[in-house]
């Protein structure tokens, strides 16, 4: 206690400053390893007292002395170290926050942000914050609106997301992860509003630039805290909240809603036995139909006019989507299967019409038939003699798996469902399926994907058998992949 006294007394000289900062930093040591000193200085008006007198005029500190700024980082780890895991000592530093948030939006400014002399100042004082809320709801609920709910310019945890510093970006994570953990509903219905918005597009953009980290770095460790607040946010049925925030008028699909889904692909690749998909997924089926909707149509037009420079604008993000969505209704299909009964997307795959009459394997099929003019199969090194754009699949993020991936589902779709199977008859989708029954070079596995697909289209269906029986094949590739003629045979 008494060097706490001495500590913050009046530090008006710079040996002064430095002789506090000193004597806080031997006590910060003490602190952080002894619950008991917490609770004792916790019980000392004189503490909060001099640490409200000092965080209500440190904005006046001059951050470019050194003696100062020292002093200033190590009031931080006190404070920071005074109030971990100490709920009565978070409830009495909850006050200084609003200094503290403010001397943060300041080292958040454009010629802070990124200063060496600075960030570890950054660092430790959103430690602090993200100290003074873990685990306490009731303090996280009162923080979160005038703290956070603010515009991107007022918003520290954004403006402070825009570090470099992988250290800042780190504490952000945690800060958030923190605060989602203590005060769940509050938290995640945020994330869908116009203020949340923001603050989910910044997190949504660090998360991508540390997606390609190598394995056990900080970069890697901050990406799997940051993908650890979205997974908790997609067991809260968030979803389809945070896609329609993350939408832009006019536009089939975001950059950001692009990354959500790839987290939800991981997330759906593994989710845990305690999470049901419930129908709030239900959503991917349409979002997916109609941008199969909308690639044909671009494909269509790209194939009538034989110009790709549209192809290349229009369907960058639009490849990547379809994969992604295509993959994670499959996944909630497969899941839903093992478990019969309890299964509201894969019913709504089967029921639901979303588009001019067409439900989802009737879409599934038209785009199949037309990706089949847009994408020649590639076969021993050579593609088949059908219309070709150079640059359309240029893109190895594209379409490299796209009919795989389509031809999975629909696989997964007639499963034992007899009326499925009749609809991809009726709508002449036997023969497109057939048709991917063929080496493709620029998709692997595709032909036993499509031969598992066309098994399960048979399977105790006697009317697509006979389809089947009446197609006779017009030609043979020889060895020298030349198509030779069937003598006899009528293509039909």
């Not at 939006?105 to 454009?110: G, N």
């Not at 770095?217 to 946010?233: C, K, N, V």
């Amino acid at each position: 206690m008494e060097i706490f006294r001495s500590a913050t007394g009046q530090f008006k000289k710079s040996d002064d400053q430095r002789e506090y900062a000193s004597a806080l930093d031997q006590l910060s040591k003490s602190l952080a390893s002894s619950e008991t000193l917490r609770a004792e200085l916790g019980q000392s008006e004189d503490v909060w007292k001099s640490l409200t007198e000092f965080w209500s005029s440190a904005e006046q500190l001059d951050l470019d002395d050194e003696a100062a700024s020292g002093l200033l980082l190590s009031f931080t780890k006190f404070n920071r170290n005074l109030v971990g895991g100490n709920v009565s000592n978070q409830n009495r530093s909850f006050p200084n926050l609003l200094p503290i948030c403010g001397l943060i939006r300041h080292l958040t400014s454009f010629g802070l942000i990124n200063d060496s002399k600075t960030l570890p100042l950054l660092r430790m004082m959103l430690q602090l914050v993200a100290n003074n809320l873990t685990l306490n709801e009731q303090l996280v609920d009162r923080f979160w609106g005038p703290f956070v709910q603010l515009d991107e310019d007022n918003s520290f945890l954004v403006r402070s997301n825009q570090s470099k510093d992988i250290g800042v970006s780190t504490v952000v994570f945690i800060l958030v992860r923190n605060c989602l953990h203590a005060s769940p509903i509050q938290i995640s219905s945020y994330f869908s509003s116009s203020t949340g918005r923001k603050l989910a597009l910044s997190l949504l953009d660090k998360i991508d630039t540390l997606s390609e980290s190598e394995h056990d770095t900080p970069e890697d460790r901050a990406f799997d805290i940051g993908y650890r607040i979205f997974e908790q946010l997609f067991q809260l049925h968030s979803t389809h909240a945070l896609w329609k925030s993350l939408a832009a008028s006019g536009e089939p699909v975001t950059p950001a809603q692009i990354i959500l889904i790839k987290l939800l692909d991981v997330f759906l690749q593994d989710f845990p036995p305690s999470f049901s998909p419930s129908t709030e997924l239900n959503f991917l089926i349409p979002e997916f139909c109609h941008i199969c909707v909308y690639t044909e149509a671009i494909m269509q037009d790209a194939l009538r006019t034989g110009s790709d420079s549209v192809v290349d604008s229009s369907l960058s993000l639009v490849y990547q989507a379809l994969v992604l969505l295509c993959q994670c209704i499959l996944s909630v299909v497969l899941k839903e299967q093992e478990k019969p009964g309890s299964d509201p997307l894969t019913q709504q795959a089967k029921t639901d019409v979303p588009f001019e009459g067409k439900g989802l394997p009737e879409t599934i099929i038209a785009l199949l038939r037309q990706l089949d003019l847009f994408l020649p199969r590639v076969m021993h090194g050579k593609p088949l003699p059908t219309v070709r754009l150079e640059n359309a699949h240029s893109d190895p993020s594209g379409f490299a798996y796209v009919k795989r991936d389509l031809v999975r589902l629909l696989g997964a779709l007639v499963y034992e469902d007899k009326p499925i199977q009749d609809r991809v008859r009726e709508c002449d989708g036997i023969p497109v399926v057939m048709n991917l029954c063929v080496t493709d070079e620029r998709n692997p596995y595709l032909r036993e994907h499509a031969l598992f697909t066309l098994r399960n289209l048979l399977h105790k269906n006697v009317e697509n058998q006979k389809v089947v029986d009446s197609i006779r094949p017009s030609g043979t590739w020889d060895e020298e992949g030349v198509l030779r003629d069937v003598p006899g045979a009528i293509r039909k």
